[in-house]
């Protein structure tokens, strides 16, 4: 895809964003309307991993037009998963004019990393977190009463949880940004590990769409695992390229240690 130059007037910015939109809409609508077509196996893939929380209890389609609804919606779930390299390209590709000619390099590797990293957070959910979370929402139900499943309900918290461990698994490459580039010292990430920590617990409450305390809790453990693995690369990568010092160097430092190596 070709890239825009970095000084253009805002109309021409605001162009170069529409472009990209559209590329990404019609990739995804395109994508879907032939997903479409093979979306009852999908779902029968999406039920098998949580029918054991299910004892035995088949989903039900509440409305004429449920269907439909679901049908379309795991469509478009499974073309944004499979144009997630699509999509990341063209939100990276429209912020690379604005980065420096060494910084430009980063940018494929970095493509590549949020693509194997959003994959690997779905597959995470897919194997740990969906069994877990189900299966303590649905005994709370079964100790009540019957539970008529709705099929609409049960895929779209499966959707949310999947996009949103897919989301959450991007947390190394900007904890890793923002330490390398020293936009935030990794000084200050190490230090104020507790703020974070309070920080991800409150996080974890409000992205997980199903209100489970086990859901709740697994994702925490997967942000602090997944932030103690970026500060680690990060640590890493700063004092084999600078040296130990580094580690406490604010943006004006590194800036200031570009300038004299020039």
Same mark, same amino acid.
């Given at each position: 895809?070709?890239?825009?130059?970095?000084?253009?007037?805002?109309?021409?910015?605001?162009?170069?964003?529409?472009?990209?939109?559209?590329?990404?809409?019609?990739?995804?609508?395109?994508?879907?309307?032939?997903?479409?077509?093979?979306?009852?196996?999908?779902?029968?893939?999406?039920?098998?991993?949580?029918?054991?929380?299910?004892?035995?209890?088949?989903?039900?389609?509440?409305?004429?037009?449920?269907?439909?609804?679901?049908?379309?919606?795991?469509?478009?779930?499974?073309?944004?998963?499979?144009?997630?390299?699509?999509?990341?390209?063209?939100?990276?590709?429209?912020?690379?004019?604005?980065?420096?000619?060494?910084?430009?390099?980063?940018?494929?590797?970095?493509?590549?990393?949020?693509?194997?990293?959003?994959?690997?957070?779905?597959?995470?959910?897919?194997?740990?977190?969906?069994?877990?979370?189900?299966?303590? =929402? #649905?005994?709370?139900? &079964?100790? !009540?009463?019957?539970?008529? %499943?709705?099929?609409?309900? $049960? @895929?779209? *918290?499966?959707? =949310? #949880?999947?996009?949103? &461990?897919? !989301?959450?698994?991007?947390? %190394?490459?900007?904890?890793? $940004? @923002?330490? *390398?580039?020293? =936009?935030?010292?990794?000084?200050?990430?190490?230090?104020?590990?507790?703020?974070?920590?309070?920080?991800?617990?409150?996080?974890?409450?409000?992205?997980?769409?199903?209100?489970?305390?086990?859901?709740?809790?697994?994702?925490?453990?997967?942000?602090?695992?997944?932030?103690?693995?970026?500060?680690?690369?990060?640590?890493?990568?700063?004092?084999?390229?600078?040296?130990?010092?580094?580690?406490?160097?604010?943006?004006?430092?590194?800036?200031?240690?570009?300038?004299?190596?020039?």
């Amino acid at each position: 895809m070709p890239i825009g130059p970095a000084r253009m007037p805002i109309m021409d910015h605001l162009g170069e964003l529409r472009r990209r939109l559209t590329i990404v809409v019609v990739s995804v609508i395109a994508c879907a309307l032939i997903v479409y077509f093979a979306t009852p196996t999908l779902i029968e893939l999406m039920i098998g991993q949580i029918e054991a929380a299910m004892r035995g209890a088949e989903l039900v389609v509440m409305s004429v037009l449920g269907g439909f609804t679901i049908r379309f919606k795991v469509a478009l779930f499974f073309s944004v998963i499979i144009c997630s390299p699509i999509i990341i390209w063209e939100v990276l590709a429209f912020f690379l004019p604005a980065l420096k000619p060494k910084e430009r390099r980063w940018v494929v590797p970095t493509v590549a990393a949020m693509v194997l990293l959003f994959f690997l957070g779905m597959v995470f959910c897919f194997f740990i977190i969906q069994p877990a979370a189900f299966g303590w =929402l #649905l005994d709370q139900s &079964f100790e !009540i009463g019957t539970i008529v %499943p709705n099929a609409e309900d $049960y @895929l779209d *918290i499966y959707m =949310l #949880l999947e996009i949103g &461990f897919g !989301i959450a698994f991007q947390l %190394p490459l900007v904890i890793f $940004y @923002l330490s *390398i580039i020293h =936009l935030v010292p990794y000084r200050t990430f190490r230090s104020q590990w507790r703020v974070v920590y309070v920080g991800f617990m409150v996080l974890s409450a409000i992205v997980t769409p199903d209100a489970s305390p086990v859901t709740m809790i697994l994702m925490f453990a997967v942000l602090i695992f997944l932030y103690e693995a970026a500060l680690a690369v990060a640590r890493f990568v700063i004092v084999a390229r600078d040296g130990k010092e580094a580690l406490k160097w604010t943006r004006e430092d590194y800036e200031q240690h570009e300038f004299d190596k020039q």
